[in-house]
């Protein structure tokens, strides 16, 4: 059963072993993150609107974008240190999320970070690697990959990643709803 919460499931970070795939959120039983702040509403254990072959699980993430943020985050800090994300910039691995969106060409971003770093305003200081995708259906489930965009701070070293930030249609002010597991 297909249970990796879009985020997460979108990173494949191994902690385990540098080949290995990690789940960090399903929104039924394992969660090895947590979301803090989240500039929308978010409802976590929300039963899925529409279970089909992408995603056939009971629960998952729903998301309110907050129509005043421009740049509407929701910030994710795992439970343990992000190892080696060398593989994502190379694309040896890949990013995916699965997304139950309202429309067709939503840009999906994720940032990977150093929190220690970054600040709400002193882009790009502690963002390590950019990866973008875009929503090709409205209204049903599809697997996303991001694909890498740049290294706003390519200062960063591949090891010091401790935060990701998961943004739906950035730049815009929009007050749409997304599903994601």
Not at 23 to 34: H, I, V
Not at 35 to 58: A, C, E, L, Q, W
């Amino acid at each position: 059963m297909k249970k990796i919460i879009s985020i997460l499931y979108l990173l494949l970070i191994s902690i385990n072993a540098v080949f290995s795939q990690e789940l960090w959120d399903d929104f039924e039983q394992n969660r090895q993150c947590f979301y803090n702040p989240i500039h929308g509403v978010m409802t976590i254990n929300m039963s899925n609107p529409n279970p089909n072959s992408i995603n056939s699980s009971n629960f998952c993430a729903r998301y309110e974008r907050n129509i005043a943020e421009t740049y509407d985050v929701i910030k994710i800090f795992t439970n343990g240190s992000i190892i080696d994300v060398s593989d994502y910039i190379s694309a040896v691995k890949k990013m995916k999320i699965d997304v139950y969106s309202p429309a067709v060409g939503i840009p999906i971003q994720i940032f990977l970070e150093d929190s220690t770093i970054a600040t709400a305003t002193n882009y790009p200081s502690g963002r390590h690697s950019e990866y973008i995708g875009y929503t090709s259906v409205a209204n049903q489930w599809e697997t996303v990959e991001l694909t890498f965009n740049g290294q706003p701070d390519p200062s960063l070293s591949n090891l010091s990643i401790n935060s990701m930030i998961l943004l739906f249609n950035p730049g815009t002010n929009t007050n749409d709803t997304y599903y994601f597991d």
